[in-house]
């Protein structure tokens, strides 16, 4: 452990100085008065003068400067008192979160004033396999750690040129340091306020040189202090290795121990993914997000089995996730394929239900008690979608109702949830799915709107490159440097492998690994009723609103079939109004029966409202086209505005547009889409559609 230790000299006041010598003559004054009249040698002076001289000294000189002294600092005694107060009443155990204090609990301060990293052990060859291979960090501890005086220095420096006033030398009370941060602690100097400093940040981080990430606060448990958050000018790289033994530790005690990282005093950000019980991971690109999320994998991959643990990876980017091909803990090979996401996501639900049903059927209600009863216990299953987003842009109502239907029920069933996305908007990260999924990680982001979507309220500034802040279970924030296996993206994959090699010779002779069969028991949704059929099935007229019965047909064929939620939520209307709409479009053999695997009625008849729901869209996307060639804009607002429909509605429509040739879809997350058609054909097409209105007009 780096102590870092105080150097200022007390300085001797005038006061004190008259003091000692006063005391010393008056000893010297005594001790010639006792002495009988002969002139006394050397050694008869030292043994009768130097105890009285001493006793005066004491008396005189030092009680008034320890007294003069511990008055001064009756703030840090008063503060010293209270953090072993406190940190007595904080070292209960803890519930959910291991190895750091509960997070509401917790508090930076308490934990250390002072210091730096804690120095844990290297590790070099002491770990059991798998965790062996984890390569050692070479620089654990970030250079640029201040030293009291050195912050004392720059802090007064930096207030004096933004026009404070500092008398005498600034008192640092704290320094706390992480990998990636360090936070001085100082008494505010007489007249600054703590809100004049706030007011002035941007003036004070210029003058210390930081363009991100320089914060200040008040420091808790000091008064009339402040804190500045400062990052280090060359952050320390968390490896897996540091945090290995902590994991070791945890998977102990915890059924899927996962590692994130270190918080901002260097202490472990470890968790139970069981406890939190679904995570959701947003990051903008090359903000870390896929680093965390593959050290969350392997820290799962290094404790567990494929006896004890399951995967599900869903990577639509077809980047991240397919490097763990072949492990024996797949449930099926890494899915790139949106149809085949979504099937598989129905197939959770379905293996959820299973499990409630063999759960019911031995008298037990969660997983862990099952498996106390049973020879061959159930693997906990745990399914991670690289880019969410990507998959709500596509399937939107279908993703969010199977991700709410599994977030809702498959805790107690031993199925989690891991969600990372780039773009974590209000129409990706829903209500529901915010409501179902208390625990959050992020890491940086666009827009202080994005980190208001992930962690409800605050606007951080993140540094990227794994600098993150998880929020558990709606507990307060954690700050942290997220750990990686290595600081190279070759020696990450070859430790995967590595591990892959590692399971698949420990799993010879094991139990045959589960592997799901994604088309099994698939219902062919697209297979439609013929003319004949549906004629026969139009004999009865909706009984309801026509309106309602045409927009909830329309969703069926938008969304690939209805359920009652998708109808209460697009109709706004509630749970019985939109139960009995969805029954009597049933009873009208309207919609088909309840589709378990896919969650939803899927349409039967092509009836007289879905096409006119058709005839509808092909004048929507005439309109469309025509608006984009003649403004050549394709922002979906401006054409939400003009058209009038929901910008879902917009986007299937563009999907429609881009199939037909008319435009080129986006190239990236950020970017638009691009009219296809060259300026000749724009020109042509407008021709086109005015002699076309010049006929009907003549016409008519
Ligand atoms: N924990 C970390 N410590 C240090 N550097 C990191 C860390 N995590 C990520 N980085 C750096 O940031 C780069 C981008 O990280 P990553 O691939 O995880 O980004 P991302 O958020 O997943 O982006 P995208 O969504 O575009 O894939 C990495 O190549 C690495 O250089």
Redesign the pocket.
Known sequence: MIEVKMTDKPKESFYQYVTRITGIAAACCLAIQMLDGVPPTIEQLAHKTLPIAVMVWLLFCAVPFAAHKSWLHRHKVGDAIKRCLTRKASASPLSGVAHIPAADTYQPELAKTFKSEPARPLLSGALPAPFDRLPVNPNPVPPSVLLPDQAAQLISDALQLVGFTVEGELEVLSIESGPTLQTVSFRLPSKVQLSSLVRKKDDIANHLGFHDGFDISSAPLHRSAAAFVMPHRE?A??YMRDLAHDLIQLSDQAELPIIL?KDALGSPVVFDLVKMPHLLVA?????????????ILNSLLSCRSPEQLKLLLIDP?Q??LLVYKGFPHLLTPPITDMRRAVMSLHKVIVEMEKRYERFSAVGVRNLAAYNQTQKQPLPYVVVVV??YADLMLVHGAEVEEAIQRIAQMARAAGIHLIL?T?RPSVDVVTGIIKANLPSRIT??LESAHDYKTVLDGGSPQLL?????ICRMNGKPQIRF????TS?N?LEATALINDLRSYWLKEDIGSAVPEVWDLEEGMVDSEDPLTDEEIEEERINKPTVEQDHYAIVIDLAREFGGINISLVQQKLRIGYMEASNLVNRLVEERIVGEFNSEKGKRMLLVASSFAKAAEQEQEEWLKRMKQYMCRTRSTRSSELRDVLGIRKEKILQLMTLLVQEGFLHAPTSTKGGYVIAWSDEEIAQYLDDELSAEEDEVEAE
Not at 283 to 289: E, Q, W, Y
Not at 464 to 468: E, P, R, S, V
Not at 481 to 484: E, F, G, Y
């Open positions: 952050r790289f968390v990282g990051g903008a690109t090359g903000s870390g997000k896929s680093v965390s999320i593959n050290t980017k980047v991240e690289d880019e990372g780039q890491f940086r990227g490159f794994g600098d993150g440097q997220s750990a990686a600081a993206d």
